[in-house]
C-alpha cells in the first residue's frame, strides 16, 4: 500500500487555497507504488495526483520536477505539475514536501501488444529528443560505479554458481566502454508499471524520479528489457522490433549504439538484478514491500547472452 | 475566414521535425478568428492548434505566450503552448511567426447559462491569482489613452446626438479615478468567442492578444458586459449573479472596487463602443471582416447608467 502519511480533506483545504485549480470535490488514496504518498485529488477544475515523498528531501525534487514541466511544455506525454501561487511546483503538506500533476488518461498495461511497445519506443524517442534542451544535472544513483560497490555486499549471501555469474557479468561490464555513446536525459525505469497507456496510446509516462544524465541506448535497453520479455526471461522478437521501430522512427541508432547494443542490454539488466538481489537479501527494517524475483533479470541476461540476434 | 496564410501537409512535415509531437495525421483549417491563421494538426501524439501570426511579429509575442505558459503551469484552463526542440514556443512557418498549441475541449457557447457564467468568473479569478506570479509587463492598448485619442477621429462621422454621448461618456471616465484599484494581469477581452465551455465547465480561455498589466476589475466588467448581457442592452441579473458569485468565491472584492464597481462596468463598455465606432466608420483598406454593430455597446452603457443595483 501506498499512503504512508495520511491526508484528509481538512489537510486539504488550506492546502489547495495557496493553488488556482478550484476547490476540493474528491480524496482518495492510491494504492500502487511503494515509495511515496499518492492521493487522487479532484476539484471543481479537474482531477490531479497529489504525491507526499517520504524519502526524498524538498532539495532533491527540483531536477525531477522541471525535467516533468519541461517534457510537458513540450508535448511529451508525461503527468505536469501544477505550479502553486508562490509559482514553486514544489509545496508542504503534514511535514512531507508535495507535488500536485495533472492526471494523465490510461491504465498499466501487464501484457502490452506490439502496437503499444511501438507506441512506447517512439514517445521514448521524443522524450530523448527533448529533453536535448533541458539544463538540470543528475548523476546515475545505479549506475557502475553502485553496482560494483553494492555486489561484493552480496555474494556471500548467494550460492555460489549464482555468485559467479554475477561477478562474470560485472567482469564483462567493466570491460565495456559506453562513455562515447549519446547521452542525455534518461528515465531509468520506464517499466510497465511506470508508463499509462490509454488504448494504444502513450497516455503518460511517470515516476521519474530514477531520472538522471546517462546513455540514451541504456534507458531504451531499460525499457526493452521490460515491455519485450516473456517468462522465459528470452525477449519477444515481435515486441521488440516494434518498440525499435518505433524508436528509430524518431531517432535512428548510430553505428557505435548498435555495436554496444548487445551488452548495453545486459547492462541494463544486471542494474535491475543487482538491486533485487539487494532488496531480497538486505531488505530494509521494517520494510513492508515484498521483494522482487531476483532470478527474473539473471534469466533475461542469460537469454542475451545466448542470442546472436538483437532485432537491429 | 481565418486561413490568410495557406500552409499545406509538405509545409509542415519539415516544421514538425522541429517538435517532439509525433508526425502529421491530419491538417485542417480554422474558418473561426478573424486577424490570425489558424489550423488544427492532428498528429500521432494528440491535438493541437497552430496560429501563424498576421500582424503580430515574433519579438511582440513573449508575453502573450509565455503567460499562457506560465497559466497552464498554474493549471488555469487554457491552451498550453508547446516549446520546440529549441527550447522555443514560437517557431516561423511561411514567412510568419508561429505557435503550436494544446488544443482544450469544448466549443463557443452563444446563450450562456448562469451556471456556466459562475464557472467563468471562477476561473477568471483563479487566472487573475495565477498571474499575480507572472512577470511580464503589457501596457493595455486599448486604455483611456487610446479612447481618448481615437474618439476625437470619429465625433465627426457620428449623428450629433451620437457624438454628444459618446463626449459625455468620456468626460465622465475621465473623472474617474481607478488608479488604486487592485492591478495585475487581465485578459481584457473575455467575451464568449474568446472561451470554450466543455459542458458547464471551463474547457479553455483563448485568445490572449489583448492580455496586459491593468485593473482587475476592469477585467470583470468586460466579461460581465458580454456574457451576462441582454439583447437590450441591460445585463441579465441571474447570470450577472452567478458570474459574480464564482468570481467573488475565489477572490473576494475590496471596498473600493465595490464603489468602483458601476463606472468600471461603462468604462469597459466605451473601450469596446469606441473600437466598434473605429471599426465601423474607418474600416482597414481591403478589410474583409464586417464591422460588428457599435450600437450595441452604446446600449449597454445606457443599460448601466440607468440602473441602481449593481448586484453586489
Redesign the interface.
Known amino acids: 500500500m501506498s499512503v504512508f502519511t495520511t491526508v484528509t480533506a481538512e489537510d486539504l483545504g488550506p492546502f489547495l487555497k495557496r ?4 476547490s476540493l470535490l474528491e480524496l482518495k488514496g492510491i494504492a500502487a507504488g511503494i515509495t511515496n504518498t499518492n492521493y487522487f485529488v479532484t476539484t ?3 482531477r ?1 495526483v497529489l504525491t507526499l515523498f517520504e524519502n526524498l528531501a524538498a532539495d532533491e525534487l527540483p531536477f525531477y520536477v522541471n525535467l516533468m ?1 519541461h517534457l ?6 508525461v503527468a ?8 514553486q511546483y514544489v509545496d508542504e503538506l503534514n511535514g512531507r514536501p508535495t507535488l ?1 500533476v ?1 492526471c494523465v488518461p490510461g491504465t498499466v498495461v501487464d501484457e502490452p501488444s506490439a502496437a503499444q511497445c511501438f507506441e512506447v519506443g ?2 521514448l524517442a ?2 530523448h ?2 529533453a ?2 533541458y539544463r538540470g544535472q543528475m548523476q546515475n544513483p545505479r549506475g557502475a560505479a553502485w553496482w560494483n560497490a553494492t555486489a561484493p555486499l552480496l555474494f556471500d549471501l548467494m550460492s555460489a554458481a549464482d555468485a559467479a555469474l554475477l561477478r562474470a557479468e560485472l567482469a564483462l561490464q567493466a570491460g565495456q566502454d559506453f562513455a562515447d555513446l549519446p547521452k542525455g536525459v534518461i528515465h531509468a525505469d520506464l517499466f510497465r508499471d511506470n508508463v499509462l497507456m490509454n488504448g494504444d ?1 502513450v497516455g503518460g509516462f511517470i515516476d521519474f524520479y530514477y531520472a538522471c544524465n546517462d546513455v540514451l541506448l541504456y534507458d531504451l535497453a531499460i525499457t526493452l528489457n521490460d515491455w519485450c520479455v516473456c517468462e522465459s526471461g528470452d525477449m519477444d522478437a515481435e515486441r521488440a522490433r516494434a518498440l525499435l521501430l518505433g524508436y528509430q522512427g524518431v531517432r535512428a541508432l548510430k553505428v557505435d549504439e548498435i555495436a554496444a547494443w548487445p551488452n548495453i542490454l545486459r547492462a541494463a539488466a544486471l542494474r535491475f538484478w543487482v538491486s533485487r538481489l539487494y532488496d531480497f537479501y538486505k531488505p530494509a527494517a521494517g520494510e513492508m514491500t515484498f521483494a522482487k524475483d531476483p532470478g527474473h533479470f539473471q534469466r533475461v541476461i542469460s537469454a542475451h547472452a545466448e542470442r546472436q540476434d538483437f532485432w537491429l
Chains 1, 2 share one sequence.
Do not use: F, K, R, V
Not at 505536469?80 to 509559482?87: E, R
Open positions: 493553488y488556482s485549480i478550484g471543481t477544475h479537474g490531479y514541466a510537458a511544455d513540450h508535448g511529451i506525454a505536469a505539475p501544477i505550479a502553486n501561487l508562490a509559482d500536485l495533472q517512439e514517445m521524443q522524450m529528443l527533448a536535448g534542451s496510446h
